[in-house]
């Protein structure tokens, strides 16, 4: 087994991502590693490149919504209170934008959150995380969201 240096977090700022990425930290902080988090942002000037069809967004917009990725992102990089936490925004389609950066940045491991979706919602909108494990070149640990079934409790 190789030594987990570098921890990989993608986030699209969902309870199941904040979930893994504590999960993360902790496992950061047990075996020394350095954390990532990371954000694929869906740019529709890049995704043109890749279509036919062209939705324009307006630079105004899209400049507030990186604006916003970068706050949340902030937020959890002070949240870790750790000083080797980093973030970065990635574009491109979600699960190739995070395997192509885990093997850029060489992690050991990624960790990330999955909202355990299944049947039609699974067919139709498919895993990120799924595709992930299939593809990356390290190991991927899921870390199952909270769902409401799963949660509540029997009456």
Do not use: W
């Amino acid at each position: 087994m190789n030594t987990i240096t570098r921890i990989l977090v993608p986030t699209d700022f969902s309870e199941a991502a904040d979930q893994a990425l504590t999960y993360a930290l902790e496992l950061g902080k047990a075996f020394g590693a350095t954390v990532s988090l990371v954000h694929v942002f869906d740019d529709p000037f890049e995704r043109t490149l890749y279509s036919e069809q062209y939705v324009p967004m307006p630079a105004e917009i899209r400049d507030e919504i990186l604006t916003s990725v970068r706050q949340h992102l902030a937020e959890r990089v002070s949240r870790a209170g750790r000083p080797d936490v980093s973030s970065t925004i990635l574009t491109g389609l979600a699960a190739q934008a995070i395997v192509d950066h885990a093997r850029e940045q060489k992690a050991d491991l990624i960790v990330m959150g999955t909202h355990g979706r299944h049947g039609v919602a699974h067919l139709l909108m498919g895993s990120v995380a799924e595709r992930v494990v299939r593809t990356a070149a390290c190991p991927v640990l899921t870390v199952r969201g909270e769902s409401p079934a799963r949660g509540a409790k029997a009456a």
